[in-house]
């Protein structure tokens, strides 16, 4: 059966004819809860990673913020030091970017 999706969008069609300013996929777009997939020109999936940008700004609202402010409060090492692997642990799970888009 035929997929077809529009570029730079993630919704996709199954069967049927393509529709206007829509292209045929390779594959079906991929599951995955915590990634949000786009269709490319070439008829494969990538991932968005703008999306990211808001899931990370809740994600420090809501698990680093806190976290911040005992360490201002407080002065000590240990608690800057809880504060930053938050950080650190936050920016690896919701990327700004394909990682191997740094080399």
Request: net charge neutral; with cysteine; charged share 30%.
């Amino acid at each position: 059966m035929k997929i077809y999706a529009k570029p730079g969008e993630s919704l996709q069609q199954f069967g049927g004819t393509c529709p206007s300013g829509w292209i045929e996929m390779k594959s079906e777009r991929p599951i995955d809860p915590d990634k949000h997939y786009i269709a490319r020109l070439d008829g494969t999936w990538v991932v968005d990673f703008s999306i990211n940008l808001e899931k990370r700004r809740q994600a420090y609202i809501a698990e680093s913020d806190s976290l911040f402010f005992e360490w201002k409060y407080d002065g000590t090492a240990a608690s800057e030091q809880l504060w930053r692997d938050k950080v650190s642990e936050i920016k690896s799970r919701y990327p700004l970017m394909n990682p191997r888009d740094k080399e």
